[in-house]
T-cell receptor, first 115, second 113 residues
Framework: EPEVTQTPSHQVTQMGQEVILRCVPI?????FYWYRQILGQKVEFLVS????????KSEIFDDQFSVERPDGSNFTLKIRSTKLEDSAMYFC?????????????FGPGTRLLVL | GDSVTQMEGPVTLSEEAFLTINCTYT??????LFWYVQYPGEGLQLLLK?????DKGSNKGFEATYRKETTSFHLEKGSVQVSDSAVYFC????????????FGSGTRLSIRP
């Protein structure tokens, strides 16, 4: 069964450093998403991406964050200058459409720890 | 705005017990409703979904019915197994946003042998 993959599974970085989290969505999907889950808290929507542009973003997704689809398969989330509060599990997801009942398929997540 | 409220955990049950995890939602219009499950060390997996009122989603012995009159989508299973130990998230996708899924806080379920 096709699945979303994410790399790395864990990343430790120093505050102020840039990190890039990578995702390979399901191959025929057109809609891509990033969510995050701070330890012990809810899973929160960050951004959605379609047709090479952001279609929606949350308040969390400020100028420190950016997303890109650099080639036909990868979808990346960049955090330019990490803060301690960016420590979280980051989930990538993809879907084939955006109808109300469309399923978003999630990857296993990247656990980011900012020291 | 749209939101999801689910029962707080942790929930601990014995094997073969009946499970209910309560979930209620607030949304305009007619959202789609989901249950996702997160097994230890893994990502979020869709467990079941319902897209309109009175729909029943079911999978792996779990069921949930979309109740518009009570704005609820409670998860049930008649006989739980140790392998059902996980965190369960109720979620919705509203008409106000075609993109984002809004999650509840999650309920940790532990099943004793």
């Amino acid at each position: 069964e096709p699945e979303v993959t994410q790399t790395p599974s864990h990343q430790v970085t120093q505050m102020g450093q840039e990190v890039i989290l990578r995702c390979v969505p399901i191959s025929n999907h057109l809609y891509f998403y990033w969510y995050r889950q701070i330890l012990g808290q809810k899973v929160e929507f960050l951004v959605s991406f379609y047709n090479n542009e952001i279609s929606e973003k949350s308040e969390i997704f400020d100028d420190q964050f950016s997303v890109e689809r650099p080639d036909g398969s990868n979808f990346t989330l960049k955090i330019r200058s990490t803060k301690l509060e960016d420590s979280a599990m980051y989930f990538c997801a993809s879907s084939g459409g955006q109808g109300a009942g469309e399923t978003q398929y999630f990857g296993p997540g990247t656990r980011l720890l900012v020291l | 705005g749209d939101s999801v409220t689910q029962m707080e955990g942790p929930v601990t049950l014995s094997e073969e017990a009946f499970l209910t995890i309560n979930c209620t939602y607030t949304a305009t219009g007619y959202p789609s409703l989901f249950w996702y499950v997160q097994y230890p060390g893994e990502g979020l997996q869709l467990l079941l979904k319902a897209t309109k009122a009175d729909d029943k989603g079911s999978n792996k012995g779990f069921e949930a019915t979309y109740r518009k009159e009570t704005t609820s989508f409670h998860l049930e299973k008649g006989s739980v197994q140790v392998s059902d130990s996980a965190v369960y998230f109720c979620a919705l996708r509203g008409y106000s946003s075609a993109s984002k899924i809004i999650f509840g806080s999650g309920t940790r379920l532990s099943i004793r042998p």
